[in-house]
């Protein structure tokens, strides 16, 4: 938003008003959600003691911080929610309760837990008087498969094309979508269902404020059909294009987003390397740029790790050139620090208005960065923090690049210390 729209000519702007307490609750649901899945009570009973109606948070699924911390078993955020009297028969998306997810995820201290506070096991079959187990709401086909004939493509409109075939906006159940949808002619290729299978195994388990929601799938009839929630803001792509530059508090808030999304995906043991992430797969929630999420999982890998330091032998230049890490451009052994290396280079853009590296093609500014070079700070400044944060993402050396959650770290003093009337200042020439 720009410093015109955020005035209203000396008098009051309810609509604005509503707008920021909007972005702000928003902002506390994620941040809720986010601690109790990385299982800090601190963090979770600040936020309770700052708003205490944040118990009773929802994400796109429905599922409240009861039904996080009761799937991973963190008892001490668990008490802590019931403490402030979290609803501990809730129901999301699927109709499962807390304790349904943390019997299927055998977490049988909590499982004695939210018994002791009246849990149910079970999903919503019209009455909450006839319980019945239910399963937990990932891992099985008939949980996401959808039926063609549920998805109603009479309004649909292309948003995107690729070899592979396009992603259509359509609408399931009423309910706007985004359809990836493979061309019928690939659809009998083994190493395109091998990707498509691989993808929507992978987003099954993803579950986080910051990462693009999948829905279901199609895959025992052709078109082969990846089903993610819709969301009307387009890419960072699009946006950065038409706004050029973002002011500092912009970029920072839009960088502490897609570094949350990012912090999950790195989450040990079970890390989630992107390998593309880009403006064009970063989106923007809704018009009021707000919010963003990560998404098209298309090259990710899942990696189980063994230690920390772990580095993996994965196919070379996987990705986009422009923002390649330059392990992967010269086919080296690479970790999950290649989504950091990344990260930099949007960040870098979302700063200067630019692509890193305009002047070259995509090829050669990979190149280029391989040989140990990066793109220059131009036209405007970055406030010396920032600077010295983008310097060390981008490294050469890999072991040298900061983990996502000390970058949230580091985004967040950034923030705290940004005044709201900062500008940019001009490098002398």
Same mark, same amino acid.
């Given at each position: 938003m720009s410093s015109a729209d955020e005035t209203s000519g000396g008098g009051s702007n309810p609509s604005l008003a509503d707008k920021k307490k909007e972005k702000s609750r928003v902002s506390r649901t994620s941040l809720i959600l986010w601690h109790t899945h990385?299982?800090?009570?601190?963090a979770v009973r600040k936020l309770l003691e700052e708003d205490k109606e944040l118990v009773r948070a929802r994400d796109y699924d429905s599922r409240t911080p009861l039904h996080v911390a009761s799937l991973h078993g963190w008892i001490e955020v668990?008490?802590? +929610?019931?403490?402030?009297?979290?609803?501990?028969?809730?129901?999301?998306?699927?109709?499962?309760?807390?304790?349904?997810?943390?019997?299927?995820?055998?977490?049988?201290?909590?499982?004695?837990? +939210?018994?002791?506070?009246?849990? +149910?096991?079970?999903?919503?079959?019209?009455?909450?008087?006839?319980?019945?187990?239910?399963s937990p709401p990932l891992p099985n086909k008939c949980d996401w498969e959808i039926e063609p004939s549920e998805l109603d493509f009479s309004t649909a409109v292309i948003v995107g094309k690729g070899s592979f075939g396009e992603i259509v906006r359509a609408s399931w159940r009423g309910t706007p979508v985004a359809v990836k949808r493979i061309l019928p002619s690939l659809s009998d290729d083994k190493l395109v269902i091998q990707d498509f299978r691989h993808e929507v195994n992978l987003l099954v388990k993803l579950r986080h404020p910051n990462i693009v929601q999948f829905l279901g799938a199609v895959t025992d009839r052709k078109p082969?059909?990846?089903?993610?929630?819709? +969301?009307?803001?387009?890419?960072?792509?699009?946006?950065?294009?038409e706004k050029g530059s973002l002011s500092p508090s912009t970029a920072v808030n839009f960088a502490l987003d897609i570094a949350r999304g990012m912090a999950y995906l790195h989450n040990e043991p079970n890390v989630i390397i992107h390998r593309d992430l880009k403006p064009r797969n970063v989106l923007l929630v809704n018009s009021n740029a707000d919010h963003l999420k990560?998404?098209?999982f298309g090259l990710s890998k899942l990696i189980k790790v063994q230690n920390s330091h772990d580095v993996y032998k994965m196919t070379g230049e996987t990705g986009s050139y422009r923002y390649m890490a330059p392990e992967v451009f010269r086919h080296r052994k690479y970790d999950?620090?290649?989504d950091v290396f990344s990260f930099a280079m949007i960040l870098y853009e979302m700063l200067e208005g630019d692509p890193p590296l305009a002047n070259y093609e995509p090829y050669e500014a990979a190149k280029y960065v391989s040989e140990g070079h990066r793109p220059t700070f131009r036209a405007k400044g970055f406030i010396t923090e920032l600077r010295e944060l983008t310097d060390q993402c981008w490294s050469q050396d890999m072991h040298?690049?900061?983990?996502?959650?000390?970058?949230?770290?580091r985004l967040e003093k950034i923030k705290e210390n940004l005044s709201p009337d900062h500008h940019w200042h001009l490098f002398p020439q």
């Open positions: 990385q299982n800090d009570a601190s668990a008490k802590c +929610l019931l403490e402030y009297r979290a609803d501990v028969n809730a129901q999301d998306r699927w109709k499962n309760t807390p304790l349904a997810d943390a019997e299927g995820a055998k977490k049988h201290g909590m499982i004695e837990l +939210l018994k002791s506070y009246g849990g +149910l096991s079970y999903g919503q079959n019209g009455s909450h008087f006839e319980p019945k187990p239910v082969l059909m990846l089903i993610t929630e819709f +969301l009307r803001g387009g890419d960072l792509h699009q946006f950065l294009k990560v998404g098209d999950k620090k290649v040298q690049r900061p983990s996502f959650i000390e970058i949230l770290r």
